[in-house]
């Protein structure tokens, strides 16, 4: 058992020595790997923070309700008495159209437009949050909200988190079946890369049979290789991710203020990264062991 | 310890390298195979380690039939002999120790201990003041002995050479003739196929001269 650990050790020195013995292949080697992997990863990183986004929102379905423009004050306010005394209702919000206009103007780049625009363009609404939940109540909330006077448009928050629902699985398929591309091309990688390792250690291995070497003996540095530098590819990817979540950070954070929803983008999780790691380690080791198995059975 | 019956090897093509060779080395038992170039010496000493499979006949080594054995237990047949090549088969990009260590790597022992070993086998052939030497900045002598400390490093009960004295001049060949006799000494069976006998003439050792592969005495 003992001499097993250090055969492996030994081994994993063996092809870590390797790798530093070239710089400049097994930089360049990281970099195809990392990139290749850099694309999925990334993908995973902004639709995991869609899909907390998405069930932020949806969390809480909403009821927007929004008045005619040419609305009087003393119509929105009987509006407002009998959307509260509604039963099927929760909460109500007024949202004033003097407000809306505010906050527009004090954000970056628009406060231009809106200054050149003759009048308000925003109606008085209302957000109002229904007791129950239901599709069906919603829709039937809706309705009635409709029939109201001066009420122009009533919109259900609930519709849109379906679409991007429907979306983000879509997204989620498309993630992985570029994983599984790129993954492919990984391990195609790592076998060339092997293959050329095998032609170099042509002697060494060919004298380590000679004295009695085991295939399993053979293969191991070379499977490490594999390994660590599918993991060298793993963590250029995700230094590639952080760079990418540094830069989108603030502009995000900016976009999502504007539709009053408090969110910050968040990095890939630690379970994402462990699998992303493992993922190319295993990835690398595998190309190795094809590479491998095509050799020592010749 | 070693013993042929009855042994055939044919190449494809049609040439015979070996036929009908019946003979035994016994434990402890020093041997000089002899034979002109092509007689099939170098074939000979490739089916003890099963390197090549008789195609006819069958290979005993230690009580057990090399010629039957499985893929997967060939490496541990070749760790318990100790051989030499006709091309040495040096590892050029290590020093000295390190293809000394080799066959102690792949065995599997512990470092401390092995460090140990490698400078006892490099001690017993003259190397231990060249441990941390590359091999090509060895003399061919010193290449030689190098190959013999490797090939008995592990302590094999079975020591195979082929040609080990080619390309040394008469004095240093006396030397690498000395070294097997003396591991010959110490229990080790010895095999080597030559075409310089006399270098091994003064140790009075048992011949079996080969020709056109058949054993001629």
């Known amino acids: 058992m003992k001499g097993r650990l250090l055969q492996h050790r030994q081994a994993a020195a063996l092809a870590l020595r390797r790798l530093l013995a070239t710089p400049l292949n097994t930089v360049l080697g990281a970099l195809v790997l990392g990139i290749a992997l850099a694309l999925p990863a990334g993908g995973e990183m902004m639709l995991a923070n869609f899909q907390r986004l998405a069930k932020r929102i949806a969390a809480t379905p909403q009821i927007s309700v929004f008045m005619a423009l040419d609305a009087k004050p003393a119509e929105v306010e009987d509006i407002e008495a009998r959307l509260r005394r509604h039963a099927g209702t929760r909460e109500v919000h007024l949202v004033k159209r003097e407000d809306t206009l505010r906050r527009f103007r004090e954000s970056e780049g628009l406060g231009e437009v809106i200054d050149s625009l003759p009048r308000n363009p925003f109606p008085d609404a209302f957000i109002v949050l229904p007791r129950d939940d239901a599709p069906a109540a919603l829709e039937a909330l809706r309705e009635e909200f409709l029939g109201y006077p001066k009420v122009e448009h009533v919109q259900l928050d609930s519709a849109w988190v379906k679409k991007l629902d429907a979306f983000l699985r879509l997204a989620r398929l498309a993630i992985t079946l570029l994983a599984g591309v790129l993954g492919l091309a990984l391990v195609a990688v790592t076998f060339n890369t092997i293959r050329l390792q095998i032609l170099t250690q042509e002697a060494e291995i060919e004298v380590s049979r000679l004295l009695g070497a085991t295939d399993a003996f053979i293969r191991r540095p070379f499977l490490y290789y594999g390994a660590l530098q599918g993991l060298a590819g793993g963590v250029v990817a995700w230094i590639a991710v952080l760079v990418a979540f540094l830069l989108l950070r603030a502009p995000v954070a900016e976009l999502i203020a504007l539709y009053g929803i408090d969110f910050s983008l968040f990095i890939l999780p630690m379970a994402d990264s462990i699998l992303l790691f493992g993922l190319a380690a295993l990835l690398g080791w595998l190309g190795a062991w094809f590479s491998l198995s095509r050799h020592l059975s010749q | ?217």
């Open chain 2, 1 to 217: 310890m070693i013993r042929f019956e009855g042994v055939g090897k044919r190449y494809p093509g049609g040439i015979t390298a070996l036929a009908e060779l019946t003979f035994a080395v016994e434990s402890g038992e020093m041997v000089v195979l002899s034979g002109h170039s092509g007689a099939g010496k170098s074939t000979l000493l490739k089916l003890i380690p099963a390197i090549e499979r008789p195609s006819s006949g069958s290979v005993v080594v230690n009580g057990q039939n090399v010629s039957q054995l499985k893929r997967a237990a060939v490496p541990y047949l070749r760790r318990s002999i100790g051989m030499v090549f006709q091309d040495q088969k040096l590892l050029f990009d290590r020093n000295v120790f390190d293809n000394v260590l080799l066959p102690l790597a792949i065995a599997g022992a512990a470092v401390r201990d092995a460090g140990r070993r490698v400078r006892a086998a490099l001690d017993k052939v003259g190397l231990l003041e060249r441990e941390k030497a590359m091999p090509v900045a060895l003399s061919g002598g010193e290449q030689q002995r190098l190959a013999i400390a490797r090939a008995v490093v592990a302590r094999p009960a079975i020591l195979i050479a082929d040609e080990p004295t080619a390309h040394l001049d008469e004095a240093t060949a006396a030397d690498i003739a000395a070294m097997f006799h003396a591991f010959n000494q110490v229990g080790v069976t010895v095999l080597i196929a030559t075409h310089n006998e006399s270098a091994f003439a003064p140790y009075m050792t048992r011949r079996l001269s080969l020709a056109h592969g058949r054993l001629a005495s």
